[in-house]
């Protein structure tokens, strides 16, 4: 059974930081694109972040210079480093992984940012 299990969402202020972790079972991790997603209030969810099984990033315009991707193959778990929290960064946070058609989201972490 395949899980992703977000975690490390919660309120900060404006201008602070949080790190997301995303741990994975039931995958090969390392064989896996995983990606950062989010959805605000009333928008749809869209792509923060992605890092290559090889480790190439890639970035939201949004959030470039602001947040880092990472992973950790050993410990099957993806990261999102966030600096310089805003306010329009407030939503649900998702993991995804996905290999060829495989995909596969996590349930979802708050981050809410207030100014």
């Known amino acids: 059974q395949v899980q992703l299990a977000e975690s490390g969402g919660g309120l900060v202020q404006a201008g602070g930081s949080v790190r997301l972790s995303c741990a994975a079972s039931g995958i090969t991790f390392s064989d896996n694109v995983m990606s950062w997603y989010r959805q605000a209030p009333g928008k749809e969810r869209e792509l923060v972040a992605t890092i290559t099984s090889g480790g190439v990033t890639n970035y939201a315009d949004s959030v470039k210079g602001r947040f880092t991707i990472s992973r950790d193959n050993a410990k099957d778990t993806l990261y999102l480093q966030m600096n310089s929290l805003k306010p329009e960064d407030t939503a649900v946070y998702y993991c995804?992984?996905?290999?060829?058609?495989?995909?596969?989201w996590g349930q979802g972490t708050q981050v809410t940012v207030s100014s």
């Open positions: 995804k992984a996905r290999r060829f058609s495989r995909i596969f």
